[in-house]
């Protein structure tokens, strides 16, 4: 899924029971939301989990430089 906010795309995920607590999940650098795949038969079942892909990453667009 996406959302668009600001002229910004960021590419997410949002998985689990409705009710549950909620866990996000945030890659390190040069990575994107797919690390978290693993850990997901796990925490799918007792929880919603967010994962997310930070500008530049991923689905999420980058943001004009200069850097």
């Known amino acids: 899924m ?3 906010a600001n002229g910004i795309s960021i590419g997410y995920d949002l998985e ?3 009710d ?3 866990v996000t999940m945030s890659h390190s650098l ?3 939301r797919d690390m978290w795949w ?3 038969d796990a925490l799918r079942p007792n929880y ?3 994962r997310y892909d930070t500008r530049g990453h991923g689905e999420s667009s980058a943001t004009d430089g200069p850097y």
């Open 30 to 32: 040069a990575a994107n």
């Open 38 to 40: 693993p850990q997901m």
């Open 20 to 22: 549950a607590p909620v």
């Open 2 to 4: 996406k959302i668009e």
């Open 16 to 18: 689990g029971p409705l």
């Open 48 to 50: 919603r989990v967010l």
